[in-house]
């Protein structure tokens, strides 16, 4: 639990350092907190991660996995703590 939340303060820490309104990079799996990657294979289980980042936007801040699950590639982003897992939307 304490890692979980000392990545995801130091990943915050970084993201807002940088000055634009959205802000992203790349990340690796074993970055992300492992309720994070949870919430995900459980509303996925057969998804393959192909990517992970870190992101900022508007504000909010928010872990985005690319997936490839099946034959569809699939932008989907995961609240910090698990809660929320949404499609990014084009």
Do not use: H
């Not at 990079?25 to 393959?48: G, M, R, T």
């Not at 992970?52 to 504000?59: D, F, L, N, T, V």
Request: aromatic fraction near 8%.
């Amino acid at each position: 639990m304490n890692r979980n939340l000392i990545t995801c303060f130091g990943i915050s820490l970084i993201l807002s350092a940088c000055s634009s309104s959205t802000n992203e990079f790349e990340i690796k799996e074993s970055e992300v907190p492992p309720n994070v990657v949870s919430a995900l294979k459980a509303k996925y289980p057969n998804a393959q991660v192909t990517k992970w980042q870190a992101e900022k936007e508007k504000g909010n801040f928010y872990f985005e996995a690319e997936i490839k699950d099946g034959d569809k590639e699939k932008d989907v982003m995961i609240t910090p703590d698990g809660s929320s897992v949404t499609e990014e939307k084009d």
